[in-house]
């Protein structure tokens, strides 16, 4: 109970499809260039980082941009490892250094986008399933039914 009383304190924004992106990407960024500070750029450290923040946007997208969530994880990944991708001079050195760092450490890049596809899915099926009860509740509303009292829909049959 005191770890769900703590979860309920904290905040519960809700972002549109691109702030989610724009929040992950600027987070991954600000997390890679801290990292860079700290500990000389580790990339597992990135990664294993890199799990919260997916959750995290995954949980704080609006219910009508949920599909956006797993999306936008993998490109805040790739977006925000430039500081630490560890490429030499020069544009060329750079872009070998990222497509290096991203294929090297792909499996934190899967972890956190299962992870967001995982929690997106289940808020959509938690807003599905509460939807389509309130439309049952409406239906028997409707036909002056109470709720135990719900008949199956009858069908109509075409004449021939």
Not at 133 to 155: A, E, I, T, V
């Amino acid at each position: 109970m005191p770890l769900y009383r703590a979860l309920r304190r904290m905040p519960n924004p809700r972002l549109t499809g691109l702030g989610s992106g724009l929040f992950a990407a600027a987070v991954m960024f600000l997390l890679a260039c801290l990292l860079r500070l700290l500990f000389d750029g580790s990339l597992v450290a990135y990664g294993v980082l890199f799990l919260p923040v997916s959750a995290l946007t995954a949980l704080w997208v609006r219910p009508a941009d949920l599909v956006s969530a797993p999306v936008a994880v993998p490109i805040a990944f790739a977006a925000g490892i430039l500081p630490i991708c560890g490429g030499s001079d020069g544009f060329g050195g750079q872009v070998i250094g990222l497509l290096t760092a991203l294929a090297m450490h792909a499996g934190w890049l899967y972890g956190g986008t299962l992870v967001a596809g995982v929690i997106a899915s289940t808020r959509k099926i938690k807003l599905m399933t509460r939807r389509r009860q309130q439309r049952l509740r409406q239906q028997q509303q409707r036909h002056g039914q109470g709720p135990g009292q719900m008949r199956p829909p009858q069908r109509r049959v075409p004449t021939s």
